[in-house]
């Protein structure tokens, strides 16, 4: 089943942070976390592990909260390029499988200057 | 580095011919996959394949045709393309079959327009 993202669209100036939340109905393994550039192909962030790990890159973190299939990115003092699409994808408990990691739709952030 | 290259990159078809999309990786990963992305819908599984010779479907697999002759190489082809399959198509890779510690690569994508 599909992951749900939050917001879907966030618009914000550069500096200032975001969160993206992404949630799912069913007990999660992993949450992977990708950002595409318009008319490019989506580039590897970080995965998260189930346990509740928080993981960081430059000023861009995540967590992931077991207890609510929950994950989070955070977007520190956001800069131009952080512009894009993000996009989680998770993998269930019930499969150790790659081929269920199932991606949410997406959350388009924009920063202007 | 040459990665993962997909071929056509963009291609305009019409409704009813056979179309082939490309897909060649360099790194020799074991795992390979086909997504499409469609506004609204992300991107969804088409097929997969964990090995030469090893195929299995993804979660809308219909009207579509894979196979893996090769490691490096994994082709998707429309037997009879239809409006309904216009979208962006992503190749993609990985060294490992489970979740947790897998990270996929992604092709830079194959936009088909079908007509």
């Known amino acids: 089943q599909q992951p749900v993202q939050s917001p879907q669209a966030v618009i914000l100036r550069e500096g200032e942070d975001a969160v993206i939340n992404c949630s799912s109905s069913?007990?999660?393994?992993?949450v992977h976390w990708y950002r595409q550039k318009h008319g490019e192909a989506p580039v590897f962030l970080m995965i998260?592990?189930?346990?509740?790990e928080q993981k960081g890159h430059e000023k861009i973190s995540a967590s992931f909260n077991e207890k609510k299939q929950q994950s989070s990115l955070y977007l520190t003092a956001s800069q131009l390029s952080y512009s894009g699409t993000y996009f989680c994808g998770t993998g269930l408990i019930s499969s150790g499988s790659a081929r269920q990691l199932t991606f949410g739709s997406g959350t388009q952030l924009t920063v202007l200057p | 580095d040459a990665g993962i290259t997909q071929s056509p990159r963009y291609k305009i078809t019409e409704t009813g011919r056979q179309v082939t999309l490309m897909c060649h990786q360099t790194?020799?990963?074991?795992?390979m996959f086909w997504y499409r992305q469609d506004l609204g819908h992300g991107l969804r599984l088409i097929y997969y394949s964990a090995a030469a010779d090893i195929t299995d479907k993804g979660e809308v697999p219909d009207g579509y045709v894979v196979s893996r002759s090769k490691t490096e190489n994994f082709p998707l082809t429309l037997e009879s393309a239809t409006r309904s399959q216009t979208s962006v198509y992503f190749c993609?890779?990985?060294?490992?079959?489970?979740?947790?510690?897998?990270?996929?690569?992604f092709g830079e994508g194959s936009w088909l327009t079908v007509v």
């Open positions: 993609a890779s990985s060294d490992g079959d489970r979740v947790s510690g897998n990270t996929i690569y």
């Open positions: 998260l592990l189930k346990g509740g």
């Open positions: 790194w020799s990963h074991s795992y």
């Open positions: 069913k007990a999660l393994y992993s």
